[in-house]
């Protein structure tokens, strides 16, 4: 390697460098001057405030908390239903994919443009 071409990569490398500076520096000054001339629009960019963080998390809160006690309720009406259910045998026969799996199977082969044909079942 010679110098001369190590001395030309070191200056390649720096005006390169200095060219993605001189860019971004221009692209911060061109966001203050349009925070200045619309600082309304700014502030409502940036989001909620400390205070309305702090209000959106209490009321996360008792969102999650409503959620819980729905699901201990349902949990607890699922253990009586469940014996039912175990008793009166499986909702979808063995080795059948259900209509969820179907459904879904089908909404896949639609996106891959391969709608038209019953995905499951034999095509004679």
Do not use: C, H, Y
């Not at 001395?7 to 720096?14: N, P, S, V, W």
């Not at 309305?52 to 008792?62: F, T």
């Not at 969102?63 to 469940?82: C, D, K, P, S």
């Not at 026969?93 to 996106?111: D, H, I, T, V």
Request: net charge neutral; aromatic share 4%.
């Amino acid at each position: 390697m010679d110098w001369d071409q190590l001395g030309e990569a070191g200056t390649l490398i720096g005006v390169g460098m200095a060219v993605v500076f001189a860019a971004l520096l221009i692209l911060m000054v061109a966001i203050m001057v349009v925070n200045r001339l619309a600082p309304e629009r700014a502030r409502k960019a940036e989001g909620p405030t400390v205070l309305g963080a702090i209000e959106i998390e209490e009321a996360e809160r008792e969102r999650v908390a409503a959620i819980a006690v729905a699901l201990a309720r349902a949990m607890e009406q699922g253990t009586q239903g469940a014996a039912q259910q175990a008793a009166a045998g499986p909702a979808v026969p063995a080795g059948e994919p259900g209509r969820w799996a179907m459904a879904g199977r089908e909404q896949l082969m639609r996106s891959r443009g391969k709608a038209g044909r019953q995905w499951g079942k034999r095509s004679d």
